[in-house]
T-cell receptor
Framework: DGGITQSPKYLFRKEGQNVTLSCEQN?????MYWYRQDPGQGLRLIYY???????QKGDIAEGYSVSREKKESFPLTVTSAQKNPTAFYLC???????????????FGSGTRLTVV | AQSVTQLGSHVSVSEGALVLLRCNYS??????LFWYVQYPNQGLQLLLK??????LVKGINGFEAEFKKSETSFHLTKPSAHMSDAAEYFC????????????FGTGTRLTIIP
């Protein structure tokens, strides 16, 4: 079955460390997104990519980095510059519609990152 | 720019009662609107979407939503709540052109009382 796989499901990071969250999709979707979820704040966009080798900052990109070397993969690195990284991270993808079509997002099951 | 406001961060209803979750949007262009559901420690699942066809949209699990342009609303309803409906619900909006990204509301946690 097609879908989005996020790994690991739980991740613990020591202060000062960089960690990378994996996101892989086999849906042949063009666009991919990273969101951060905190209680009571909904989903906030970190980075997104609409095509391989190109990506844009979202609303809260500081302290994060991404790459898009393959269509299927969009890893997110949480750097030591991110001051409060403890959160639930969600990856999503979407087929790029044409002619007025718009497709909703397909989400992965998330990675819960905790700083210890 | 687009935004959504979800009224009520927590809603409780009795099993079998009507579910009403409120969403108001702001958009400078005609919008696309979505409702997603999230169960604990999981990703979001699409319930339904409005993309400028019928204003009453039916989704999965017996949910539906009505687009009301005059009220800038897209409220989610279900006639009879079931225990399995307990989850968090997110409203989202996008401009209806190109491939604009979604903007999400802050969510409403639905509790079902037995």
């Amino acid at each position: 079955d097609g879908g989005i796989t996020q790994s690991p499901k739980y991740l613990f990071r020591k202060e000062g460390q960089n960690v990378t969250l994996s996101c892989e999709q086999n849906l042949n979707h063009d666009a991919m997104y990273w969101y951060r979820q905190d209680p009571g704040q909904g989903l906030r966009l970190i980075y997104y990519s609409q095509i391989v080798n190109d990506f844009q900052k979202g609303d809260i990109a500081e302290g994060y980095s991404v790459s898009r070397e393959k269509k299927e993969s969009f890893p997110l690195t949480v750097t030591s510059a991110q001051k409060n990284p403890t959160a639930f991270y969600l990856c999503a993808s979407r087929h790029q519609g044409t002619g007025g079509n718009f497709y909703g997002y397909t989400f992965g099951s998330g990675t819960r990152l905790t700083v210890v | 720019a687009q935004s959504v406001t979800q009224l009520g961060s927590h809603v409780s209803v009795s099993e079998g009662a009507l579910v009403l979750l409120r969403c108001n949007y702001s958009s400078s262009v005609p919008p696309y609107l979505f409702w997603y559901v999230q169960y604990p420690n999981q990703g979001l699942q699409l319930l339904l979407k409005y993309t400028s066809a019928a204003t009453l949209v039916k989704g999965i699990n017996g949910f539906e939503a009505e687009f009301k342009k005059s009220e800038t609303s897209f409220h989610l309803t279900k006639p009879s709540a079931h225990m399995s409906d307990a989850a968090e619900y997110f409203c989202a909006v996008s401009a209806n052109f190109g491939n604009e990204k979604l903007t999400f509301g802050t969510g409403t946690r639905l509790t079902i009382i037995p």
